[in-house]
């Protein structure tokens, strides 16, 4: 082994388990408790020392992350010792045991944290958390989780959406019993609770709530087989809504743009196994943007081959512009006519009809005119469809 691999927790090792844990009785003199905790106190400083000296020695990163995590496991398998132990103890009758194995952890943990801080290029995140740490950050999620979902339904977040954002909470709380669980997941599910707790502050109601969420899961690469399916649920539902393939490209275009310029927080993934949530969207996106290309040119090819109208045919009308946009919003709203996109509505509309005055009608023209009808407009179509209900009477 390179000499720079030297172990340097053997003597602080030896205090813990040579010296700490053999001593018996039920109580332990003041002076005695006092040396232990002086000599963990200097080795512990030795140790730091050792670390920031020794370490520009190595010339191999493979052999400076290996001495780093060497003495990280070994931390964690001495707290998860001393927890054990003092899980043991009677809580009444061994108070003395109880505070010098608490302090003791405190400087195995006061370590851990000293490198993770220092070095944290070589500090493995996916090593299981000393199960003090895990307890105590699962105390702060098991207090916080009832507030979250609770604050969420009277923000009125789609229900099923905020079981999707909890679910990474709910399930490390789950586990907290096991004691396995890792510092990658215990800073996840930490960003998840600040980034959500961040949503609820704004205090955003319903659609925008659910537009914060989704954004939020897609920043911190929420990247789990639910999620995916319920968003894609999500753009199908906003495609329904749209009649014409082109009106959907062009929402689908806008999502595509809107995801690929979200920021995602480097190194965080639900499950860092597999391809990231932003990558997995866009690409499902994009097949579905080529997918209806491919069949409006199949569409328009096939209307071209069976005869579709020229470019300038129009539909001759009496009324005029301000009576035709009134109409197309009366049949709208009551329903004879079902498009959802008015704005495809109006761009048909505006491009093949033509009134007694104007043979070109401009898409902005009309589109004021149905968004801004005046009394008279309503008086005159209200004659047209009455001259047109006597005619049917006659008939």
Known sequence: MNAALAYELEKLEGIITAELLKIHGESIAAHQTDAVKKA?????????????HEIFGFEDERHLERYIQLHQQELIRLTDLLASRIKKLNPESESDFTDLYQFAGSMLEGLLEFIERHFTKYFDQDTKAPESYIILAGSDLV???GDLQDQLK????????????LHPLKKFIENIPSGQISYRKIIYVKEVHKELSRVIHAGKRNDEVNEDVRLILLYLNFNTIKYFRYYTNYVNALLREIDSASGRIERLSYLLKTI????????????????TLKDQLVDWISEEIFYLEKMYQ???????????LTDDFKLRTEM???????????????KIIHNKNVSELIRFFSRFFQTKRLENISYESFRVRYYNTEDSTKRSVRNILLLMVDHINKN
């Open 40 to 52: 963990l106190r200097e080795e512990a400083e030795r140790i730091k020392k050792k670390f920031v």
């Open 143 to 145: 207090k916080g989780f």
């Open 154 to 165: 009277q923000l009125e977040a789609d229900p099923y959406l905020i079981e999707l954002a």
């Open 260 to 275: 690929n310029q979200t920021q995602v927080k480097p190194e965080v993934g639900y499950n860092r196994a597999i391809r």
């Open 298 to 308: 199949i569409n328009e090819k096939n209307l071209s081959v069976g005869g579709a």
């Open 320 to 334: 005029s512009v301000s009576q035709l946009a009134y109409l197309l919003k009366v049949f709208i709203e009551t």
